[in-house]
């Protein structure tokens, strides 16, 4: 419907109109039917002037018309279509429409709107203001229904001045008037000033534009490295693990080989040494059958002269030769490829510490904000358990390892090279990088740390939370904080809690602890640069407990 109504404006004649008739170009190059553009230039032969109904153009002399044969083709083609009437239809004002106020019964769309007769007009009655003089020094401007707004409400004239002092447009009568004495300026000189800086706004703005599509189009770019390195990587660990999973079933399949073949030459071996045994049990079988027969023969010669006929034993395999073994064949082997796994596991999970620290060493061009709420920061809260290789052997872990209590009797753990012996200290199971937040529930004095996995577990003050470079502390008394890191001791002030929350942004380096009850207390921020993966920790005093906050 919009393209029906572009159509006929196209080949509408301005003057009368409707469709082109005879349909002439002149020499601005707007087109006309050629009996209404004669009739307007014979109107203007008096002054010996003839101009353009549309852009005013003034043409001297007098153009000689010829009829444009390709522009009457297009109009003759465009009746055919039939789209004649339909574009009629929308010449008439919509509810969303301007109206034209000069027509009566059902109103034509208004095309412009006149500044100085404050009405707005239709093609049609439009027409005057192109060809009458008296209205041709009238300001044409886009149709609006707002025209009255022009009219001061106190004089009722057009108001064409601005007062400076009072920010408003007035009227002329109004600067004599009641704004007499202020700062006043024609309403166009305001426009322009206005306008200027309206355009630099606009300048602003457009570079403010080229400035973010810019970052788009970086960012854009980014993302697509960061998506090609991924899938690179990714095609490349794979085949490093597929190699190193080829390597793992090599060995198995060659340690099962091994295994066979030595079962099959010691099976072989006792087989043979079994096969020996029983011919020799045969054979004394038969002897003993022969002794037996000899001893009960009752003639006393008849046994003197067959018993030197006895032959002698074969050389006996005897027993003691035979080294038994039981249950200790093959389990030093076990026990070989079991010591193996648990090598492997160390490597993997080191090898694996160090691969997530590098994947949050991946630096994007944005980062996110830090949380404001504590809503927030538990978006961050990850799984955190107690290593029971770690512990100090008066700390019993209870609440599947999420909680470490002081107890006056030492536990029966294991000797193991990570637990810590001078110190009543407990390490996570869980590395952390990227960002984290946890929260520990604490009883009596408490430190709450993080820490380096090669921080010392034995050497006295060396291997404490906070006493070296290696581990941040803060220290929770029954009536206040203190922090401490590499045996410098900061006072901290703020609220006492039961709950202490630590906020990690590892690769922006800041380390945070918060007082938590109804609302969180920022106690102490450090920022620094994190050298290794961290890991959280806690060191009890007597009859003391902690406990690591698990987020439902």
């Not at 050497?459 to 590499?486: P, R, T």
Request: charged share 25%; net charge negative; with cysteine.
């Amino acid at each position: 419907m919009e393209q029906n109504q572009l159509n006929r404006e196209t080949f509408s004649c301005s003057i009368c109109l409707d469709l082109l008739k005879d349909p002439v170009t002149i020499p601005c190059g707007h087109s006309y039917c050629m009996k209404c553009i004669k009739k307007h230039w014979d109107g203007e032969d008096q002054k010996g002037i003839h101009s353009c109904p549309e852009c005013r153009e003034t043409l001297i002399p007098r153009p000689a018309l010829k009829k444009n044969t390709m522009l009457a083709a297009l109009v003759e083609q465009l009746k055919k279509t039939g789209l004649q009437a339909a574009s009629a239809h929308h010449c008439y004002a919509g509810p969303e429409d301007v109206a034209c106020d000069v027509c009566t019964g059902r109103k034509l769309k208004a095309i412009k709107s006149c500044s100085v007769c404050l009405a707005s007009y239709c093609e049609k009655h439009l027409q005057p203001h192109y060809v009458s003089a008296p209205f041709k020094k009238h300001k044409l401007v886009e149709p609006s229904e707002n025209l009255q707004e022009n009219i001061c409400s106190l004089h009722d004239e057009v108001m064409k001045m601005f007062c400076c002092t009072d920010q408003k447009c007035i009227c002329y009568l109004c600067s004599v008037d009641e704004h007499k004495g202020h700062d006043t300026v024609s309403a166009a000189a305001e426009r322009t000033e206005r306008q200027r800086e309206l355009q630099v706004r606009r300048e602003n703005i457009q570079q403010r534009i080229q400035d973010r599509e810019k970052d788009v189009k970086l960012l854009q770019q980014e993302l697509e490295a960061i998506n090609r390195s991924a899938d690179k990587t990714v095609e490349n660990s794979e085949k490093i693990f597929n190699e190193l999973i080829r390597l793992i079933q090599k060995r198995r399949s060659d340690v099962k080989q091994q295994i066979r073949s030595q079962q099959e030459t010691e099976g072989s071996r006792v087989k043979e040494l079994q096969e020996k045994l029983e011919q020799e049990i045969i054979e004394l079988k038969r002897k003993d059958a022969e002794l037996k027969q000899l001893s009960e023969t009752e003639d006393h010669n008849q046994f003197l002269h067959n018993y030197p006929s006895l032959s002698a034993l074969s050389e006996s395999t005897h027993s003691s030769s035979i080294e038994i073994r039981p249950l200790s064949y093959f389990e030093d082997v076990t026990a070989a490829v079991s010591e193996l796994r648990d090598q492997l596991q160390d490597i993997l999970r080191d090898a694996w510490t160090n691969t997530s620290l590098r994947l949050t060493e991946v630096n994007v061009s944005l980062s996110e904000p830090e949380p404001k709420s504590r809503a927030g920061f538990l978006k961050y809260s990850p799984e955190i358990t107690l290593d029971p290789n770690t512990p100090h052997c008066q700390l019993l872990l209870s609440e599947g390892n999420r909680k470490v209590t002081w107890m006056n009797q030492p536990e029966s753990y294991s000797r193991h090279p990570d637990r810590f012996t001078d110190w009543f200290q407990v390490l996570s199971r869980e590395s952390l990088t990227g960002r984290c937040y946890w929260e520990v529930e604490w009883r009596e004095d408490v430190y709450v740390a993080v820490a380096y996995k090669n921080i010392s577990r034995a050497g006295g003050d060396e291997c404490g939370f906070g006493w070296n470079d290696k581990s941040w502390a803060i220290i929770c008394y029954q009536n206040g904080h203190e922090f401490v890191h590499n045996n410098i001791w900061t006072s901290v002030s703020g609220p006492v809690s039961s709950r202490v929350g630590v906020y990690l942004d590892h690769r922006a380096g800041i380390l945070s602890f918060y007082s938590v009850s109804e609302t969180m207390t920022l106690l102490h921020r450090v920022q620094t640069t994190f050298t290794q993966p961290l890991y959280a920790g806690v060191r009890v005093g007597l009859r003391g407990s902690a406990e690591f906050y698990k987020p439902k």
